[in-house]
Nanobody, 119 residues
Framework: QVQLVESGGGLVQAGGSLRVSCEAS????????MGWYRQAPGKQRELVAT???????NYVDSVKGRFTISRDNAKNTVYLQMNSLKPEDTAVYYC?????????????WGQGTQVTVSS
């Protein structure tokens, strides 16, 4: 069973920075995609950023130039550095890992960590 444990959320003023981390444990294929999604109150969960095991990244337009996703494959950990935070970044941030193994697709989520940006 794969477990994803997030940490690092909190309250920050607009313009500030936060880094959230997510450590994965359990069996995970070496070829995988890890990512961060977020869900604000009353809104659907949306993709924030993803990174492949090879290091290719993808960002939603609203965070490009402000957020950076990175990973440490040896630690099975993914990070999201968030700079120049805006009140509209306020949401619960969820870690995600996706991979395929033996013909099956797997998709796991963390429990979420709250990020609140005050104006």
């Amino acid at each position: 069973q794969v477990q994803l444990v997030e940490s690092g959320g909190g309250l920050v003023q607009a313009g500030g920075s936060l880094r959230v981390s997510c450590e994965a444990s359990g069996f995970i294929s070496s070829t995988n995609v890890m990512g961060w999604y977020r869900q604000a109150p009353g809104k659907q969960r949306e993709l924030v950023a993803t990174i492949t095991s090879g290091g290719s990244t993808n960002y939603v337009d609203s965070v490009k130039g402000r957020f950076t996703i990175s990973r440490d494959n040896a630690k099975n950990t993914v990070y999201l550095q968030m700079n120049s935070l805006k009140p509209e970044d306020t949401a619960v941030y969820y870690c995600n890992v996706q991979f395929a193994s033996r013909g099956y697709k797997f998709n796991y989520w963390g429990q979420g960590t709250q990020v609140t940006v005050s104006s």
